[in-house]
Structures are given as structure tokens and as C-alpha cells.
């Protein structure tokens, strides 16, 4: 929905941007059409101002049946004057003789067009010819039959381009069509429609253009508002996910979490690679959000640490999971719940204590074990505090090892029962990776000092046989099984199958997930 709501928002806003290019085009059209209609009429009414500045030469042309003028014109085809305005212009009496034509100064034909007014209209029945009049204030007039071919061709020449049309609007009221089939819009079929009128003459030119001029000049523009929705779409698409992997007000909403019970531990299992039982899982935090649907950490556990809700909410689902374990009848003795933490949480006396009497070390039929990362490990303080940790009866767990890049043999002077080797040491196995001899030391070092080793991330089954050939007693990781809720975890790795012979020779439930093959 918000990649449609994009799509829609950004081809409309393409749509009122090619408007307002249409119509800044079309515009710039009725400007041409008025300046090239200017500079015509205007060679019209120069003419006219000048035989009128000519009386003699024009009464004889009027008062001949030829009715032109002597002198050659560029635009007037013939005279025109009749009544009154004959009467006007050449009282009788006057000389009918054709004098020789006396040239009109210019600042006199300036004067005239000043003063004069020019009225045009269409000539009946003919597309090419128009009637212009010159009528000075005196009440003189000078009419003439025009050939507007000249300008018919200009402004054909831009109709081509536009496939719109143009028109020509007199004073008067009446149409004189110039090129195409121009009009109002919605008259003569066009599209869109722009009116100017002119300022040097009565007349208003108006443009139009229809849907063939618009694919014409702007159809290169559709493929391009195409793949622009379409990116729209997309960046929509990826803002809506990430709003969606975003958190409104991310501490309320995880305080609301622990009350409404929205945390769960999911279990991995560690198995005994010699045996391939499981002995053990590691306790993975995840958030079953009401709308997001179930978060990893990575979502919301910077939040979880800034805002001091992290014991809570490992507590939530240290609860959870404890009471799943202890009403478990099959629990294998020696089981192992490891529970992560940070030297920020352990630092903490009053919430280790509190810890410590939801965990009861010592008091259940499983063990408790704290890892802490190799990083947080070697702070100076850590020594005296994992100490203390093993005294109440927890076991100690270091996470993430070979990553510090700062040795192993400082591992000897640290009291500690399992090592986790990370899953980038554990990815080298069967690669010519630089840091391979790592993952040697490692067990090495384990083997010198008795202690348990845990391979994280195992993904591959030649990764499992490395190992177990290497002396590594447990792994976890994806080839024996993803993290799952605490109940699954229960009925596949846990829960004891019944057998017809012989009940009492139960024995814990295969899995989809378990290793078929141990010994390989």
C-alpha cells in the first residue's frame, strides 16, 4: 500500500509539472503568434497610413475599377472604399488624373498609424485573405483586401511542430482560423488551450494543443515518469520496511513487553559431540511483538542496555524458561541453561544477587552458566567477580573467544569452566584462512588447561567431524538446530519417548533437528 501510495503521489505530482510545462509552452506560442500577427498588421497599416498620405494616387486607384495602388505593395491586393468614407477620403470634385505618387514621409505615416485605429476581419470564403481598415479620428478610411498567405505560412510552420492549432480572435467576435484546428479546448477536440491578446491590436490570439501534439513534444517524458514512480515505489517499499523495523518509543514499548509477558527465551541446543546427546542451550532473548511479529535482539537490545531494562527483561525470560525446564521430567543430569551477560549487568552487586536467587545456583537439577564475552572478560575488576559468581554455585562461560585478538595464554590465570569458541574461528575449519591457526591454539590451550570447549555457529557436517576429532567436547549451531521457543525445545530435545516393551527403558525424543549420523 505505501509503494501505491508513492507511485500515485509521485505520477501526480508529474502530472501537474507536465501542466505547467504545457502550459508555459503553449504561452510562449501565443507570444510567437502575437509578435509575428504584430509585426504583419503593422506592415498592413503602414501601407494604409501611407495611401491615405497620398490622396491623389489613391482617390484615382479607388475611383478606378482596378482599385490598386500605384505603387507596388508587399501586403494590400486591392483598395477599398465606398460612401461616405469615399466621400471623406477624396471629396468630389477633386482630381481624377493620375498624378505622379509623391513618397509619404515616414514621421507623417507615423502620425497617421498614432492616431488611426486598425479593424480586421475575415474576407467570405476565402482562408488566405483577410479586410483590414484604417480609420483616422477625422473620420477618413482607408479599406483594403490583404493577403495574409505570408502569415498563414509562418504560423503553419510552427503548428507543425505543436499538432495543436492557432486562431485568431477579432474585436468583433468573429474566428479567423490560422492554422490547425484551433478554438476553445473543448470545442475543437484539443487538449489544453492558452488565450493572449494583443497589445498593439484589437485581436486575441489563442493556442491550443491536442492529444497528438502532446505525445509529439512529451512523450519522451512518460518513460521517464514511469521508471520515476517506479523508484518511488521502491523507495517507498523500503521506508515503510524500515519504519515497520523501527520502534515507536522503543523503552515505553518495551516496558509494556515485560508486563504483558511479550519476551521469550528460545533455546539452542549445545550437543556432546562423542555421544551427540544434548546437554545443554543457550537462552536467545526474542520479542514477540504485537505488530512487528517476533524481533531478534539486534532490534531492540541497544534500547534494552541505555535504558536499564535489560535484567528485567532477561529475567522475563530466564523465568519462563527455568520453570519449562523444571517441570521437565527427562531433564538430562548436568544440563546446562547458558544465559548471556555484560560486564555492565555483572558489575551490578544488587542485580547479580537478585539474579542469583531467581537462578538458585546449586538448587535445581540443572546448571546455571554465565557467559561473558572474552572482551568484558579482561577488565581488571571481572577476575573477583567471576569468582565470586562460581561461589554461589554458577558456572562460567567465555563468549565469543579468539575474537580480542589479544592471545590465549592469558585464559590461564582466569578461573573459568567453559570456552565458546566464536563462529568466525569455527568458519576457518577446512579453509586456507589466515587466522585457522587460531582455532589450534584454542584447543591446545583447552587441553593444557581442562577446560570444556563449546564450538558456536557449527553449519556444516565436516565442520561437526573436525571437532570431534580435534577433542572438542560440545557444539551448537545451526546444523543441529535454529533457536526455538522454550515448549518446542522441551518436546523435541527434552521429552521422553514410551516404548511398548519396555517403559521404563525411555529414552529422549529424536528430532528432525538432531544429528542422524554421530560418528562420522
Known amino acids: 500500500m505505501p509503494a501505491m501510495l508513492a507511485a500515485a503521489v509521485f505520477a501526480l505530482a508529474c502530472a501537474a509539472l507536465l501542466h505547467l510545462m504545457i502550459q508555459g509552452d503553449l504561452r510562449a506560442d501565443a507570444r510567437w503568434v502575437v509578435e509575428a500577427t504584430d509585426a504583419y498588421l503593422d506592415e498592413v497599416a503602414t501601407e494604409l497610413a501611407a495611401a491615405m498620405l497620398q490622396p491623389q494616387a489613391t482617390c484615382a486607384a479607388l475611383r478606378s475599377r482596378a482599385g490598386a495602388l500605384p505603387a507596388s505593395s508587399g501586403q494590400i491586393q486591392r483598395l477599398l472604399a465606398d460612401g461616405p468614407r469615399l466621400a471623406a477620403l477624396c471629396p468630389p470634385g477633386s482630381s481624377t488624373a493620375t498624378p505622379a505618387v509623391p513618397t509619404a514621409d515616414k514621421a507623417s505615416v507615423d502620425s497617421a498609424l498614432a ?3 486598425l479593424a480586421v476581419r475575415g474576407w467570405p470564403g476565402r482562408a488566405d485573405t483577410l479586410l483590414a481598415e484604417l480609420v483616422l479620428p477625422d473620420g477618413r478610411a482607408l479599406g483594403a483586401r490583404v493577403d495574409a498567405s505570408r502569415l498563414l505560412e509562418l504560423a503553419r510552420g510552427r ?10 480572435i477579432w474585436s468583433s467576435g468573429a474566428h479567423w482560423p490560422v492554422a490547425g484546428a484551433a478554438g476553445t479546448p473543448s ?8 488565450d493572449l491578446a494583443s497589445s498593439h491590436h484589437p485581436y486575441v490570439a489563442t493556442v491550443a494543443i491536442g492529444h497528438a501534439g502532446l505525445w509529439y513534444r512529451y512523450g519522451a517524458w512518460l ?21 515497520h523495523q523501527s520502534l515507536d518509543a522503543p523503552e515505553a514499548q518495551l516496558r509494556n513487553a515485560i508486563e504483558r509477558g511479550e519476551l521469550e527465551g528460545h533455546l539452542q541446543p549445545i550437543i556432546d559431540l562423542s555421544s551427540g546427546d544434548c546437554v545443554g542451550a543457550e537462552m536467545l532473548m526474542r520479542w514477540r511483538h504485537p505488530r512487528h511479529g517476533l524481533l531478534a535482539p539486534a532490534r531492540f ?3 534494552a542496555k541505555t535504558s536499564g531494562l535489560l535484567w528485567p527483561m532477561t529475567e522475563a525470560c530466564f523465568r519462563d524458561v527455568a520453570a519449562r525446564l523444571d517441570a521437565c521430567p527427562s531433564l538430562p543430569e548436568g544440563f546446562m541453561l547458558c544465559v548471556n551477560f555484560g560486564a555492565t549487568e555483572l558489575a551490578l552487586d544488587g542485580d547479580s544477587d537478585r539474579f542469583a536467587a531467581l537462578a538458585r545456583p ?23 567477580r567471576l569468582t565470586a559468581l562460581q561461589d554461589m554455585g554458577f558456572l562460567i562461560a567465555l563468549d565469543d573467544f579468539g575474537t580480542a585478538h589479544s592471545g590465549t595464554r592469558w585464559l590461564e590465570r582466569l578461573s573459568v569452566d567453559l570456552v565458546k569458541i566464536d563462529m568466525s574461528i569455527v568458519s576457518t575449519i577446512g579453509t586456507d584462512s589466515v587466522t585457522r591457526p587460531v582455532l589450534d591454539a584454542i584447543i591446545a590451550l583447552a587441553r593444557d588447561t581442562g577446560v570444556k570447549l563449546i564450538a558456536e555457529g557449527v553449519e556444516h557436517p565436516h565442520q ?6 580435534q577433542g572438542v567436547t560440545y557444539a551448537q549451531g545451526y546444523v543441529f538446530s535454529a533457536p526455538v521457543p522454550a515448549a518446542d525445545f522441551v518436546e523435541h530435545w527434552l521429552a521422553v519417548q514410551e516404548s511398548d516393551e519396555d517403559p521404563s527403558q525411555a529414552q529422549p525424543a529424536a528430532s528432525s533437528n538432531r544429528p542422524i549420523n554421530t560418528s562420522s
Open 464 to 469: 561437526t567431524s573436525h571437532l570431534r576429532r
Open 223 to 243: 518513460p521517464l515518469i514511469i521508471l520515476g514512480a517506479g523508484a518511488a515505489a521502491l523507495a517507498a517499499t523500503g521506508m515503510a520496511r524500515r519504519r
Open 159 to 168: 503548428v507543425s511542430e505543436t499538432h495543436g492549432g492557432i486562431r485568431l
Open 115 to 117: 492616431l488611426g485605429r
Open 301 to 303: 537490545l541497544r534500547e
Open 362 to 384: 546449586g538448587g535445581r537439577r540443572w546448571y546455571t552458566v554465565i557467559e561473558l564475552p572474552e572482551r568484558d572478560a579482561r577488565e581488571p575488576a571481572m577476575a573477583a
Open 187 to 194: 470545442s475543437t477536440g484539443q487538449t489544453f488551450g492558452t
